[in-house]
C-alpha cells in the first residue's frame, strides 16, 4: 500500500472550532489534495498543492485553508467549523507524469469522518 | 457544469453480466484514473490511462483521446465487483495539475 495516512480518522466537534486535519505521505509525491465526499455530490476538490508553499484553491475552498510546509504534510484547516462541513474528508497524492517515475498512481488516504455539532 | 461527467449514476446487474461504465470530460487532461470505493469508504486506483486500453483480470479501461471519453469494464461481473466506480481525470493548468472527480457510479451485482 501506499505510504498516507489521514489523522484524526474521526472527528466529532462544536460549531465555531477551529479543527486541524492532517495528511501525511512518505511517497516523497508531488501533488497532495484534500477533497471532501457528500451524497450526491461526489468528490468535489477543497484544496491542492502542487509542492511544499505552493497551494491552490478547488471548487470548495471558502472555509478552509491548508499548509504544506513540507514534502511529507499536507494540513487541512477549518477555520471555524459549521454544520455544512460535516462530511468525510480524502487526502490524495500524485505524481507528475513528466517526472519519468513509474509510479504515477493516484493514492487516497482512508478518509476522516468529521462531524460538526 | 462538471467538467468530469459520468454515467450512469447507478447500476444494477445480475452476476456474470458485462459491465460498461462511462466517462466524459470536456477539458484537455494528461490522464484519467478509474477509481473504486468499496462500502466502509477506502479508495482505491484500479487504472491510469493516457491512451488506448489496459486490462487488469476481468476489468477492462479503454480511452479516446480524441472523443474525450473513457469506459470501465468488467466482463463476468461478480457480487464483489458491488462499489462506487470513479473516474477522475488529471487536468494541467498553468504549469501545476490537479484530479477532478466524476460523481461516481453505484454498482450493485446480484447473485
Known amino acids: 500500500d501506499a505510504g498516507i495516512t489521514q489523522s484524526p480518522r474521526h472527528k466529532v466537534t462544536e460549531t465555531g472550532t477551529p479543527v486541524t486535519l492532517r495528511c501525511h505521505q512518505t511517497?516523497?509525491?508531488?501533488?497532495m489534495y484534500w477533497y471532501r465526499q457528500d451524497p450526491g455530490h461526489g468528490l468535489r476538490l477543497i484544496h491542492y498543492s502542487y509542492g511544499v508553499k505552493d497551494t491552490d484553491k478547488g471548487e470548495v475552498s471558502d472555509g478552509y485553508s491548508v499548509s504544506r510546509s513540507k514534502t511529507e504534510d499536507f494540513l487541512l484547516t477549518l477555520e471555524s467549523a459549521t454544520s455544512s462541513q460535516t462530511s468525510v474528508y480524502f487526502c490524495?497524492?500524485?505524481?507528475?507524469?513528466?517526472?519519468?517515475?513509474?509510479?504515477?498512481?493516484?493514492?487516497f488516504g482512508q478518509g476522516t469522518r468529521l462531524t460538526v455539532v | 457544469k462538471n467538467e468530469v461527467e459520468q454515467s450512469p449514476q447507478n447500476l444494477t446487474a445480475q452476476e456474470g453480466e458485462f459491465i460498461t461504465i462511462n466517462c466524459s470530460y470536456s477539458v484537455g487532461i494528461s490522464a484519467l484514473h478509474w477509481l473504486q470505493q468499496h462500502p466502509g469508504g477506502g479508495i482505491v486506483s484500479l487504472f491510469m490511462?493516457?491512451?488506448g486500453k489496459k486490462k487488469h483480470g476481468r476489468l477492462i479501461a479503454t480511452i479516446n483521446i480524441q472523443e474525450k471519453h473513457s469506459s470501465l469494464h468488467i466482463t463476468a461481473s461478480h457480487p464483489r465487483d458491488s462499489a462506487v466506480y470513479i473516474c477522475a481525470a488529471r487536468i494541467t493548468q498553468g504549469g501545476s495539475e490537479k484530479l477532478v472527480f466524476g460523481k461516481g457510479t453505484k454498482l450493485t451485482v446480484n447473485p
Open positions: 511517497e516523497n509525491h508531488r501533488y
Open positions: 490524495a497524492i500524485s505524481e507528475s507524469l513528466d517526472r519519468g517515475r513509474v509510479n504515477t498512481e493516484a493514492f
Open positions: 490511462l493516457s491512451s
